[in-house]
């Protein structure tokens, strides 16, 4: 049974800095996509972030240059990075973290992931 745990949801000044983690338990030798979506007060999952197995990364346009995806190995299972920087008022909301263990089509549609977290809640105020 594969899980996803986030981690790191706080409440920052605009301007500030996070980093949110997604440890994944069950892990089973397979070539994971996997990605970060967040929801915002009202409206549905948006992706933000994604990489593959072989470490390509996707971006949605509103956090290129300031967030950072990147995943690591340890012990036989992921864990997920989301690095934060120059947080905005409207990164505000629930972030989510998802997996599949193929290789995904569209990085951003939320069909494409067998797996997710429970949501870490990133608040940023002006």
């Known amino acids: 049974q594969v899980q996803l745990e986030e981690s790191g949801g706080d409440s920052v000044q605009a301007g500030g800095s996070l980093r949110l983690s997604c440890a994944q338990s069950g892990y089973t030798d397979a070539p994971w996509s996997m990605a970060w979506f967040r929801r915002a007060p009202g409206t549905g999952r948006e992706g933000v972030a994604f990489?593959?197995?072989?470490?390509?990364?996707?971006?949605a346009d509103s956090v290129k240059g300031r967030f950072t995806i990147s995943k690591v190995g340890v012990k036989n299972k992921n864990i997920l990075y989301l690095q934060m920087n120059s947080l905005k008022p409207e990164d505000t909301g629930m972030y989510y973290c998802?997996?599949?263990?193929?290789?995904?089509?569209?990085?951003?549609?939320?069909?494409?992931?067998?797996?997710w977290g429970q949501g870490t809640q990133v608040t940023v105020s002006s």
């Open positions: 990489i593959d197995a072989a470490g390509s990364t996707v971006y």
């Open positions: 998802a997996a599949d263990p193929h290789g995904v089509v569209a990085p951003f549609s939320t069909d494409e992931y067998n797996y």
